[in-house]
DNA sequence: TCTGGGGTCCTAGGACCC
DNA sequence: TCTGGGGTCCTAGGACCC
């Protein structure tokens, strides 16, 4: 096994089962207790504390299957309260910026640190105190993994929850170590490798991280393409991923939601595009960019037997590319009338809005219209005063007032951190 | 009764052009 | 029966991530 240099320079800082870590800051009596976090719509499990894990709750179990606990009160459930993570994340990552101002937000829960170029002696004693200093300031036990590449911390990580959960921090720093951290680990559990892939490889008799840098390049990169070459790479301890401290630029963005019962009605589900257009409009502003496609689709639920599965989907390429809630919600009604039919029920609608370019480099066909400049200045008014007075105090009339569809939360906690109208942006990919 | 949401990258194959 | 070669662009689908 080809191993070059193992100075460890990346540290994986994650927050442990993080959507519950944040609600047991704010009810500390639920430490040490089976506690979940659902999704949308109260649908599935999303996040779990040990004790609910030792319960045998698998992630994504469907709420109703441990009602009967939750009732009970033997396990305490949580609606997700995205408000709150949001804003416990970004002050965990702070955190982070203390210790490196090399910092890549790498999700909600988890940010990369590089090292490179700092002198460190003690990688065990600099993981400890990140730790310590989290859990003192924001409440949260962190799990740190240490290595010389980004998928060797990620390993590291998972020993340090997994296997050391008491100290909480694994340093990678020797092929030795690398050699006894890739044994310890399911392929499966290798960042990249997925179900899919894993099952593909077991058949080839590969079990473990180590197994999997034993094969052949060629049938790595005959069956896994080129992602499945850089992340042999990595495990033998050659950097290939590099840090991404800049967040760039989104090239879709996307918003769906399940409804709580299906529906064949037209008016309720119009709404509902109108809806998820606006706000998908308003992150694409936000980001500063024009969407050149809108795409609509509806799914009917999958899980019935009584009607066939059915997902369809419309894609209108604008006239020209745009950030107007306006235009845009325009062209999803129209691509929603396409597909729509009335003879099924629907359980999830959505759009997507893609080919994104940056508002700056917009480039100006001659054959597009001009970009509308009333459009623009009422889209600045309107999302200024969202802001300040509250999501959708304004609001386009095609949104409607039911709001029917909008989520089931029966356990969410208050946002004690934020106010109600404030959602903190998380930056994260 | 009840099953989330939002992203990325890579490849193959078709359309089209010279 | 034979029916070029090479390039680019676009899209759909499949894999992955949290």
Not at 301 to 325: E, G, I, K
Not at 364 to 380: A, K, S, T
Request: some cysteine; charged content about 30%.
């Amino acid at each position: 096994m080809l191993l070059k240099k193992c100075k460890p320079v990346f540290a994986l800082a994650d927050g442990n089962n993080f959507y519950v870590s944040c609600e047991r800051v704010f009810d500390p009596s639920l430490e040490g207790k089976p506690v979940v976090v659902l999704s949308n719509n109260d649908g599935i499990i999303i996040a779990r504390s040990q004790e609910a894990k030792d319960l045998g709750i698998a992630m994504g179990t469907p709420a109703f299957r441990i009602k009967d606990w939750i009732e009970s009160g033997k396990v305490t459930a949580f609606s997700s309260n995205y408000a709150l993570y949001g804003d416990m994340s970004n002050r965990m990552m702070r955190i982070f910026a203390d210790f490196t101002p090399a910092v890549e937000v790498y999700s909600i829960d988890e940010a990369f640190l590089d090292f490179r170029g700092m002198e460190v002696r003690d990688w065990k004693g600099l993981g400890k105190t990140i730790r310590q200093r989290v859990r003192r300031y924001i409440g949260i036990p962190v799990g740190i993994g240490f290595g010389p590449t980004k998928t060797l911390a990620k390993i590291a990580n998972r020993i340090a929850k997994k296997l050391m959960r008491e100290v909480g921090v694994a340093v990678v720093d020797t092929p030795g170590k690398i050699r006894r951290a890739l044994e310890l680990t399911p392929v499966e559990d290798v960042w990249g490798i997925g179900r899919r892939y894993a099952r593909l490889l077991e058949n080839q008799g590969v079990r473990t991280a180590a197994d999997f840098v034993r094969l052949p390049d060629g049938w790595i990169r005959r069956h896994m393409t080129v992602q499945g070459l850089r992340i042999k790479r990595e495990l033998q301890g050659e950097p290939v991923i590099a840090l991404e401290e800049v967040v760039p630029p989104r090239k879709a963005i996307r918003t769906a939601r399940t409804f709580v019962e299906d529906t064949a009605d037209l008016d309720f589900i119009d709404e509902a595009i109108a809806h998820f257009t606006v706000r998908a409009s308003q992150k694409l502003r936000a980001q500063g960019s024009f969407a050149r496609y809108i795409t609509v689709f509806l799914k009917t639920n999958r899980f019935r037997s009584s009607q066939p599965y059915r997902s369809l989907h419309y894609t209108v390429r604008l006239p020209y590319a745009t950030d107007s809630a306006i235009v845009l919600v325009h062209y999803a009604r129209l691509a929603l009338r396409r597909i729509y039919d009335p003879a099924y029920a629907y359980k999830k609608a959505g759009i997507l809005l893609s080919d994104l370019q940056d508002r700056s480099v917009r480039q100006l066909n001659l054959f597009e219209p001009p970009e509308d400049d009333r459009h623009r200045r009422l889209m600045e008014t309107v999302d200024r005063l969202n802001r300040r007075y509250g999501a959708d105090t304004l609001r386009l009339g095609v949104q409607g007032q039911s709001r029917a569809w909008q989520l089931k939360q029966m356990h969410r906690s208050p946002r004690y951190t934020t106010r109600w109208d404030e959602i903190p942006v998380i930056y994260a990919r």
